[in-house]
Structures are given as C-alpha cells and as structure tokens.
C-alpha cells in the first residue's frame, strides 16, 4: 500500500513540466497568491516540490510565517485577466481571491473547485526560505 501511494506521488512529480501555477498561502485569515513558471519535484516520500518565490512577495512573507503553501496548476485555456490578477497585480494593493472558488482545509488553500486551476498542497514540515 505505502509503495503504492510513492509510486502514484513519484508519478505525479514526475509529469510536472513547464507551466504556469498559482503559489498560495496564508497568514492568520489572510490568504494571497502568485504566478510562478518554476516548479519542480524533488522527491516522492516525503512529496517534495520546490518553488521559487521573490523575497520582496506577499507571498513569501505569507509562506514564511505560515510554513505552508499550495500550488494550483494553471489549465491551458486559463484566461489572461484571471492570470494577470495573480501576475500583475501585488496582494498588497488587492484581494486577489475575491471571487475566485476555493476552500481553506487543514490549514492549506484548495483551488480545486475553480474551472481555471486544480491544487497540489504542501504538506512538508520543511520550508527553505
């Protein structure tokens, strides 16, 4: 069974190619996000995935303080007002969830019942900030 689930997890990292993602987190009820291009897996156990986000970020300061993130795969036909709202525009100015569907679950951000993205969370006690 444990071989299994590796096996589907190294499977799944395996097939992350060149894309764009969301990178979410939160801090306190606070939750914001960004367009990143650069992630990869690492390992299957523990699931491990590295991301780069820029120190000057919401975000960053987000993840560093809740030790948590998820990623949302952006699908294909993902369109460009919806990207330039994570791209374009800094969590410090706007809101950037407000109208966008997701759902807050064991402390992690699940994207998976908006049409745009679906989510791969963190679950890693490991943050390198």
């Given at each position: 069974?444990?071989?299994?689930?590796?096996?589907?997890?190294?499977?799944?990292?395996s097939k992350i190619s060149y894309g764009i993602y969301v990178v979410s987190s939160k801090?306190?009820?606070?939750?914001?996000?960004?367009?990143?291009?650069s992630l990869f897996g690492i390992v299957p156990n523990p699931p491990t995935v590295a991301?780069?986000?820029?120190?000057?970020?919401?975000?960053?300061?987000?993840?560093?303080?809740?030790?948590?993130?998820?990623?949302?795969?952006?699908?294909?036909?993902?369109?460009?007002?919806?990207?330039?709202?994570?791209?374009?525009?800094?969590?410090?100015?706007?809101?950037?969830?407000?109208?966008?569907?997701?759902?807050?679950?064991?402390?992690?951000?699940?994207?998976?019942?908006?049409?745009?993205?679906?989510?791969?969370?963190?679950?890693?006690?490991?943050?390198?900030?």
């Open positions: 069974m444990k071989n299994e689930r590796i096996a589907r997890i190294y499977k799944a990292l801090k306190g009820n606070e939750i914001n996000g960004q367009i990143v291009n991301v780069s986000i820029n120190k000057e970020n919401l975000t960053h300061e987000y993840i560093q303080k809740s030790r948590v993130f998820s990623v949302s795969i952006l699908l294909e036909d993902t369109s460009m007002s919806f990207i330039g709202r994570f791209g374009f525009k800094s969590g410090r100015d706007i809101k950037k969830f407000d109208g966008v569907r997701y759902k807050i679950e064991n402390r992690r951000i699940d994207t998976s019942t908006n049409e745009e993205m679906t989510s791969v969370n963190n679950r890693n006690k490991e943050i390198f900030v």
